[in-house]
């Protein structure tokens, strides 16, 4: 029990032994070096106090000596000693003992002149330094002042106290005062600037890095006035953490009080993806990526595949253009601008990849040519559905494929199958086009209406009459009689009408007239049956187009006068007192009213019935997308509908579009773009003439009065 007991403590003195070993090997390994960095100042009288920094002061017993005579030592810490320049010391060197080591600190001075404080120590170009001591007065010359040896503009001056500004780029150093041939050094001045920050725009969370110099441990950044987190520090870069809430506007640098403003940093929202392309493909190939907000600045965008790093070749605000890498495998597209994360679609490395499809829309029975990669060039060894639907192929090639559009096309997906390889179209077929009702109508077509069944009824101004279009484009006279001129009403032809301006139905397809004769203006209806009969008579001769509210409002335009409202029973109300030409005119479900003014202007109003605010959209002649405010048209707007989603359609003549008006964000759109001409097919390849008016069905496809054309013409939008 005895040697038990006694290797038991054997065991624990040299497990107590090693321990002590680690310690001071630990100590050993922390030890800082004996040294001094700067001290201040190197001149002045007896009693002036002098500060010597550094580092390794506490290993003994301080001891400053002055050209052989001790100095008392007022305060000591590891890093900083303050001592007084003793009475009866001689100019020479200053010798600094720590107890085991010494080393000489510098050349002290008896003198006058003695530069005791600089206040602040550090700051930007511009700041105005105080600079403390004695002795800068001179009869023979004014006080000069350097900072890191460039000369400072003095701005103020007594015996005791000199103020002088900080020069561009002066760097950090000692500040020196020179007077007549005496010259005294102070403590050093810590120069600090921004000179630039790398991203310049991003949102909550994105890292920025600033350049500049004299960056301390002290730092506190904010963004637009939002105090932000400081990631990183060393003298020349700070990266910073754009915090929540933050804010358009300049970013500054507080350092001990000294703010340093820096360029400005914008704030945009996170990126959005809308298309890439292609879904699948091997390494080495490259992807596109469409949206907006993107950096133009190929490294501040970075995109992962499956959290594999891509390369960016290229970049726009729209568009990136990327490098497929390798070992991908299977996974999410992934972008970050400036640390602003979105998540794309999932793509597949294989061999086998669709790019584009030429057109991306049409109707069944067009040509369609598939680009990509991995194709095989035997046709049958291709297969190619569209929405599930397979379609015939034309012709193969490795990179194209030429297939038919099937009979009973349906918007969707495109795919391609070889053996047992499967490439997705990175953008849906849709079925999309325009097609020609008849093109056997007259030159004077002009207001137009659809019903539940898909016929659609079109006027003859200056022939007085109605027509009918089936869906399968047989046209036949609807109402009126042509070049019979009055106001009889009647069944079918049996009725007459004078010149029709406008056309509005209702939900059980009634048609509702504007017209105006040599008895002025009327508004009457037409029953499915082709009955007529008068709804209000006795109207100015100057009345135009009509439309209807979801409560059975009619609105017709009167040209000088604007807009009224006619109720149900006869009263007539007028809801916009200013101009208004006989074009058509819309009504959303919330009471929002929209009339052209002019005829002849890009322009048209929107008046919100129940707030009574007026606004202007557009200005010149132009086509520019955007809010309201910058949205452009072309020379004249012929029409104005709601379409079945209560956006607005706009008939924007003479640059051959239907642009759209999101009501809720206050945005247009461009929802069709064509070309003057005549041809059905996509809508990149149609052609149209100019725009009389506009209907719209319940599946939302589109129909154009077009006489130029003398065609009844019908966009099909999905």
Not at 218 to 246: C, M, Q, W, Y
Not at 445 to 451: C, F
Not at 678 to 696: E, P, T, W
Request: aromatic share 6%.
């Amino acid at each position: 029990m005895q040697k038990l007991t006694t290797y038991l403590l054997a065991g624990l003195l040299l497990s107590l032994m090693g321990i002590i070993q680690a310690c001071k090997k630990d100590k050993v390994a922390t030890v800082v070096p004996f040294e001094v960095r700067s001290y201040y100042p190197n001149s002045g009288g007896a009693g002036t106090l002098v500060t010597i920094s550094g580092s390794g002061f506490l290993d003994g017993k301080a001891s400053v000596v002055f050209n052989g005579t001790d100095a008392e030592v007022l305060s000591n810490t590891d890093s900083v000693v303050v001592v007084r320049a003793p009475e009866k010391g001689q100019s020479g060197t200053i010798t600094f003992s720590n107890g085991t080591k010494s080393l000489t600190v510098g050349e002290y001075t008896y003198q006058k002149l003695s530069v005791q404080k600089v206040y602040p120590s550090n700051g930007p170009a511009g700041t105005q330094i105080r600079i403390s001591g004695a002795g800068f007065s001179s009869l023979k010359s004014p006080a000069e002042v350097l900072i890191n040896g460039k000369n400072a503009t003095v701005v103020s001056a007594s015996d005791t106290v000199l103020v002088a500004t900080v020069p561009d780029a002066v760097g950090s150093g000692p500040v020196t005062v020179k007077v007549d041939g005496m010259v005294s050094v102070g403590q050093p001045f810590q120069y600090q600037a921004v000179s630039g920050i790398k991203p310049v725009s991003g949102g909550k969370g994105t890292r920025v890095t600033i350049s500049g110099e004299g960056f301390t441990a002290n730092n506190v950044v904010d963004f637009n006035g939002t105090r932000a987190e400081v990631a990183e520090v060393s003298g020349n870069k700070l990266v910073v953490i754009a915090p929540e809430g933050v804010t358009s506007g300049p970013l500054a640098v507080n350092i001990n009080g000294q703010k340093i403003v820096g360029p400005a940093f914008t704030v945009v929202p996170p990126p959005v993806i809308r298309l890439v392309s292609p879904l699948s493909g091997p390494a080495g190939a490259e992807m596109t990526i469409d949206g907006k907000d993107f950096s133009t600045i190929a490294d501040e965008n970075v995109v992962t595949i499956n959290n594999i790093p891509a390369v960016v070749k290229a970049a726009t605000a729209v568009r990136l253009t990327v490098v497929l890498p390798i070992g991908m495998g299977k996974g999410p597209v992934m972008l970050s601008v400036n640390d602003q994360p979105v998540k794309g679609p999932e793509f597949t490395e294989q061999s086998l990849g669709i790019q584009k499809l030429e057109p991306s829309n049409g109707l069944a029975g067009i040509k369609v040519v598939i680009t990509g990669t991995g194709f095989s060039v035997n046709p049958a060894e291709n297969e190619v559905t569209f929405n599930g639907v397979v379609a015939q192929i034309l012709r193969a090639t490795e990179t194209t494929l030429e297939v038919m559009t099937p009979a009973n096309l349906t918007t969707g997906p495109v795919k391609v199958r070889r053996a047992t390889l499967v490439a997705e179209s990175p953008t849906t077929f849709n079925r999309a086009g325009m097609a020609t009702l008849s093109n056997q109508m007259g030159a004077f077509i002009g207001a137009i209406v659809v019903d539940n069944q898909g016929n659609v009824f079109v006027s003859n101004t200056r022939e007085n009459y109605i027509s009918k279009v089936t869906p399968a484009g047989d046209v036949s006279i609807f109402a009126g009689e042509p070049n019979a001129n009055g106001f009889v009403n009647g069944n079918g032809r049996n009725a007459r009408f004078g010149s029709i301006y406008g056309l509005t139905i209702d939900e059980v397809n009634n048609i509702y007239v504007s017209e105006v004769g040599a008895g002025g203006g009327t508004i009457r209806k037409v029953t499915p049956q082709g009955d007529v009969t008068t709804v209000k008579s006795g109207l100015p001769n100057d009345v135009g187009s009509i439309t209807r509210d979801k409560k059975g409002n009619l609105y017709y335009t009167q040209l000088y006068k604007g807009v009224f409202r006619l109720y149900p029973d006869g009263m007539l109300e007028n809801v916009f007192g200013r101009t208004a030409e006989d074009l058509r005119i819309a009504i959303s479900n919330n009471n929002d009213l929209f009339i052209v003014g002019d005829k002849y202007e890009p322009t048209f109003y929107w008046q919100q019935l129940n707030s009574a605010k007026l606004t202007w959209v557009g200005s010149s002649s132009g086509y520019q997308d955007g809010p309201v405010s910058s949205a452009l048209f072309g020379g004249t707007i012929s029409s104005l509908l709601m379409d079945n989603e209560q956006n607005l359609l706009i008939a924007d003549m003479h640059n051959y579009a239907l642009r759209k008006l999101d009501l809720s964000t206050g945005q247009v759109s461009t929802a069709v773009k064509l070309s003057r001409g005549y041809a059905d097919g996509s809508l990149d390849q149609a052609k149209m003439g100019f725009v009389a008016d506009i209907a719209i069905d319940k599946e939302g496809s589109i129909y154009i009065s077009d006489p130029n054309n003398r065609a009844i013409r019908k966009i099909v939008l999905k």
